[in-house]
Structures are given as C-alpha cells and as structure tokens.
C-alpha cells in the first residue's frame, strides 16, 4: 500500500493504492491552502493504517505547493522509515491518455506555460520539459492533441488542435509505469525562481 501526495496546483490531493487498487483519496480545491490542509487530510484518510512507501509530485507547479508536498513528503518517509519515490506532474496527467501522440501543457507562473510532448508504448516523453510564453510553446508543440490547464491556451496560440482538460490528482498514481513513478524525491520547478539574489 502506497500513499499518493500532490499538492503542485489548486487542489490538495493524497491517495492510498495498491498496485493499480485505489484503497482510499481525498481531493479538495484549496488554492493557496495546501501547508494548512494537506497533512491533516493524509491524518484522516489514513486512519490508522501506516503506508509501505510514498509517491510524490515533484512538479512543475505552483512553487510553494511543491515545496509543502515534497517537505511533508520527506518528514513522514523519516519518520514512518519507508522509501519515498516522485512523480512529475505532467507524466501524471499524461498518464490517462490512450491517444498514441499528444502534448501536456500546464499553467505556469508569469504567463508561461510547461510543455512537453508525449507518446505511448511505453507512455514516456519524447521532448525535454520547457517553460515558454504560450506563443513560443505553440512553435514548439506539433502535437494535435494537448492536455491540461494550459492547453487551451496553447491551441488558441496556435490556431489548430485539440485542448482537453485533465486536473492532477493523486489517486491516477495507479496508472503511471514504474518508470514514470520512481524519480529522485526532488523538485522539478520548470523555470528559475522569481526571487533574485541580492547584488
């Protein structure tokens, strides 16, 4: 039994699986809420029952919002004695998706969007993860199909395609390949911070 941890966007998600079983989940859209929420929504659905490991998201996503998932992440891995492994956001939306060829493009900070082409058989990306204007990702994106918070963007940008809402949640852990599910514990931020060191 694993326990799921994403808190990288507006909503506050966790989930118990079992290989591709979901025991349990616990979904809220909080905003800006996650370091308040998240561990007293892991307390309530675990209910007593102790993981044997814990996937989180890595990102890209909202800065703080990974931050709170990987650092609650890590307190209980240590404190439970477990393996922690991550996941990236956009391999998780990518993951409900049977079209052999598509795009993930997720909302990101200042008007950028994090793009990145996918395929399947074996689901993987086919291009590194960028953070670009949604001009620039419509150049870089061939694919007709694009998922996620950014793909309407993207598509209106470009002028042709598909854009098909897909929201991150923790229980879809059960579907990513054990490739896709055991990536260091660390963050994935797709673009420089927004503070500058001081001169």
């Known amino acids: 039994m694993l326990l799921a941890i994403d808190s990288t966007t507006a909503a506050c998600s966790t989930a118990l699986v079992d ?14 809420g996650h370091a ?18 814990i996937l989180v998201d890595c990102g890209p996503g909202s800065f703080t919002g990974v931050r709170v998932g990987l650092a609650a992440a890590h307190g209980l891995a240590i404190g439970w004695g477990i393996p ?3 996941y990236s956001a956009m391999a998780l939306v990518a993951t409900g998706e ?7 493009a997720l909302e990101g900070g200042h008007g950028q969007l994090f793009v990145q082409s ?45 854009a ?12 990513l390949p054990a490739a896709l599910r ?14 500058k060191p001081m001169p």
Request: no cysteine; charged share 30%; proline share 10%.
């Open 98 to 104: 049977p079209a052999d060829q598509f795009a993930v």
């Open 164 to 175: 098909k809402a897909a929201e991150l949640r923790a229980a879809n852990v059960r579907r």
């Open 118 to 162: 996918y395929g399947r058989e074996p689901l993987q990306s086919r291009d590194p993860l960028r953070s670009l204007p949604p001009q620039e990702a419509a150049a870089a994106i061939s694919a007709r199909l694009v998922l996620g918070s950014g793909a309407e963007a993207l598509v209106k940008a470009r002028g042709f395609g598909e």
């Open 19 to 32: 290989g591709e079983r979901l025991i349990d989940e616990r979904h809220e859209l909080v905003g800006r």
């Open 84 to 86: 922690l492994y991550g």
């Open 36 to 53: 308040e929420r998240l561990m007293p929504m892991i307390d309530e659905m675990l209910a007593g029952r102790r993981p044997l490991g």
């Open 182 to 195: 055991s990536l260091p514990p660390k963050p994935i931020y797709g673009r420089a911070p927004d503070a």
